[in-house]
């Protein structure tokens, strides 16, 4: 996760996906790997993934919904209907 931390911080976030992506071969169901790749890929326009491993994330259990509203990075994907819809079933809206 710190690399990944360095990559985003050097605002290179598709090489922190990269290093997220990797861990999450070897943990598949790693609830917080799976929502700092939701939010990586937030930071990168691809909503679609972002929204994708969100919803992986909270159902393997990541479970901080406040900071899942607050976060900046999924800022971008507040607006589409199925953040709307993963936020009703959680509560975290």
Not at 15 to 24: W, Y
Request: aromatic share 8%.
């Amino acid at each position: 996760f710190e690399l990944a931390r360095i990559h985003l911080s050097r605002e290179n976030g598709l090489g922190a996906a990269q290093v997220l992506s990797g861990l999450l071969r070897e943990h598949p169901e790693d609830p917080d790997c799976l929502y700092n790749l939701a939010c990586c890929h937030a930071r990168n326009g691809k909503y679609e993934d972002s929204l994708h491993y969100l919803k992986r994330a909270v159902e393997c259990g990541f479970r901080d919904l406040d900071k899942i509203n607050a976060d900046e990075d999924l800022e971008a994907i507040r607006q589409f209907k199925e953040y709307s819809q993963l936020a009703g079933q959680t509560g975290f809206n």
